[in-house]
C-alpha cells in the first residue's frame, strides 16, 4: 500500500496464479473488506490470467468503479481500478 498524497492511497492486490473467476472474487472481496473509507482510492491489481484484463474493467463498470490503467509486462497484466463507491 503506498499514499499518493494526504487522501488517496494505492492498495495492492496479487491475484497471479488465479484463474477466472478468483481474480475478479478477489478485488470485490478486497474492496468490499477495504470499507468506505476507502472511497477515491486505488486498487493496484496484479494478475497472469490474460482475462481479467477484460473482465475486471467489465466487473468495475457494472459496479460504478473506474479502470485508470491497464496493461501487459512480463507475463503479468496490471490493472489500477479507482474504487468509486455510494456514499
Known amino acids: 500500500m503506498t499514499s ?3 487522501n ?9 496464479h488465479l484463474l477466472c473467476p478468483m ?3 478477489k478485488v470485490q472481496k478486497k474492496i468490499v473488506e477495504l470499507g468506505p ?8 491489481v496484479k494478475c497472469t490470467d490474460p482475462g481479467t484484463l477484460y473482465d475486471i ?3 468495475s463498470k ?6 485508470i490503467e491497464k496493461y501487459e509486462k512480463d507475463d503479468e497484466y ?7 463507491l455510494d456514499s
Not at 78 to 84: A, F
Open 57 to 59: 474493467p467489465a466487473w
Open 78 to 84: 496490471h490493472i489500477l481500478v479507482q474504487i468509486c
Open 62 to 67: 457494472v459496479h460504478g468503479h473506474k479502470v
Open 4 to 6: 499518493n498524497n494526504e
Open 37 to 44: 473509507e476507502a472511497d477515491g482510492d486505488y486498487l493496484a
Open 23 to 25: 481474480p475478479v472474487i
Open 8 to 16: 488517496i492511497t494505492t492498495h495492492d492486490l496479487d491475484a497471479r
